[in-house]
C-alpha cells in the first residue's frame, strides 16, 4: 500500500516529465514498427494478389515503385522531403 509520502514522491514534477517523456517515446516507436509491419504486409499481399492474376515481375516492380513515387513527391509537396 501507498503511504502519503511514496504518493507524493511519485506526484513530484520532475519524476511525472520523465515517465510521461518515456511514454511517449515508447509510444513512438511502438507506432513507428507498427506503420512499418503494416506497409510491408499491405506490399506483400499486393505482390500475391498480382502473381494470382498473372502479372510479370516486371509489372509487379513497376507498380510497387510508382507507390513509392507518389509517396516521395507527396512528401516534397508538403516541405518534409529530401532537398
Known amino acids: 500500500m501507498l503511504l502519503a509520502t511514496d504518493l507524493d514522491k511519485l506526484l513530484n514534477p520532475a519524476v511525472l516529465i520523465f515517465v510521461v517523456g518515456g511514454l511517449i517515446a515508447i509510444v513512438a516507436i511502438v507506432a513507428y514498427y507498427l ?41 516534397e509537396a508538403d516541405g518534409k522531403g529530401t532537398t
Open 35 to 75: 506503420h512499418d509491419y503494416a506497409k510491408d504486409r499491405g506490399q506483400k499481399e499486393l505482390k500475391q494478389i498480382m502473381l494470382k492474376q498473372g502479372k510479370s515481375v516486371e509489372e509487379i516492380e513497376r507498380v510497387l515503385q510508382a507507390g513509392k513515387e507518389t509517396s516521395t513527391d507527396e512528401k
